[in-house]
């Protein structure tokens, strides 16, 4: 079935099923002939599933493991519950200390944020857990992305390297100049074209795809 069908079937968007696609949660065939990915009855049952445990806010991971029969469902949930316990109490915490604020009523400005801030520092020291959402996600989808590129960009950049110096080092046994060059220029296009993918998917997350692909 296509993949329409299984997004009417399961309930949830088409990018949804592509971003558990790129985790490599389901691994739908393709067809042969035209390439087109073909998604059978086990794709579905696997994307229910997932729907479930995602809309229980289970990780990604452990959802793998589990589908990898790495973990029981046992398993997992009780991983998970120790998890939920332990937002349970810093969401208690927080709740205390918005309340405490919520009691000033005082508009921002005459705010001690650095008194507050202190304070919060002393409490994360003591294992409490803030949301921190101005960093939120940062490393998640930032940083895999980046690591990438300045690999690729590296790679090529040594690619190219040594094959100059290889032309110089014995010119007698290198290609011709003009396949050398070719093969110098088809380097950086690589490299250029991995930056300029990189730039397009910064600005994707910018725009909150990937959080589209999370939501239900």
């Known amino acids: 079935m296509k993949i329409n069908e299984v997004e009417r079937r399961v309930g949830i968007t088409k990018k949804n099923i592509r971003f558990y696609e790129e985790q490599g949660l389901i691994l739908p065939r393709r067809n042969s002939e035209n390439g087109y990915r073909e998604y059978g009855e086990e794709e579905v049952q696997a994307l229910r599933r997932i729907k479930l445990l995602r809309k229980l806010g289970v990780p990604i991971e452990e959802i793998r493991q589990m589908l990898e029969s790495k973990l029981t469902v046992a398993d997992g949930m009780r991983r998970h519950l120790i998890t939920l316990e332990r937002e349970r109490r810093n969401l208690e915490q927080s709740a205390l200390l918005c309340q405490e604020l919520q009691s000033m009523d005082i508009p921002v400005a005459a705010l001690d944020a650095d008194a507050v801030l202190d304070r919060m520092e002393t409490m994360e020291k003591d294992g409490m857990c803030f949301q921190n959402k101005h960093t939120q996600d940062v490393r998640v989808h930032y940083i895999a992305p980046g690591i990438v590129t300045v690999g690729m960009v590296a790679l090529m950049?040594?690619?190219s390297a040594l094959m100059i110096w290889a032309y110089r080092v014995a010119p007698e046994d290198a290609p011709p100049v003009g396949l050398l060059w070719l093969?110098?220029?088809?380097?950086?296009?690589?490299?250029?074209?991995v930056v300029l993918a990189f730039t397009?998917?910064?600005?994707?997350?910018?725009?909150?795809?990937?959080?589209?692909?999370?939501?239900?």
């Open 157 to 159: 950049a040594f690619l």
């Open 183 to 193: 093969l110098v220029g088809l380097f950086a296009a690589v490299g250029t074209g």
């Open 200 to 216: 397009q998917r910064v600005g994707e997350i910018r725009k909150g795809e990937m959080e589209d692909a999370k939501k239900y």
